[in-house]
């Protein structure tokens, strides 16, 4: 009886620690031309923008549009920034003045006076919700 009461536990807990996971897929559209490549990163509030991202890709630009895929993540809230890197240097390049001088963009497509904030750019990723579209 113990072991049957044991495996029954062991069961339940495994189904416990699962977690929900989806697919999804990033579309940026409007980037200026197809030099360099785009470099995405997708992160929660708490690395947001302050470390590198857990779900990041780097991919070619064809006509403009670039999209990344990222598999297996669990749902939960996230937040997505991404810029074109055109002159291949693998970093966001600035102007004298602060401002930078490469297109950038993050979710939810926010008018921005300044760096993205978390709250500018955090959506819910459910197993419903996973596609998402950013224009530069």
Known sequence: MKTVLICVMLALGKLVLAQETTTITIEVEN??????????????????????????????????KATVVFKNVPV???????????????????EPSGMPAEDYGVSNNPMLYGPPRWDDAKFQLTED????????
């Open 76 to 94: 939960g809230e996230y937040g997505i920034s991404c810029f074109h890197d055109a002159n291949g240097n693998q970093k966001m390049d600035f």
């Open 129 to 136: 919700n996973n596609t998402i579209s950013i224009r530069f």
């Open 31 to 64: 980037i200026a031309n197809d030099e360099g490549q785009l470099i995405l990163g997708m992160y929660t509030e708490d690395d947001f923008l302050k470390t590198k991202p857990y779900y990041s890709q780097q991919v070619k630009i064809n006509d403009g």
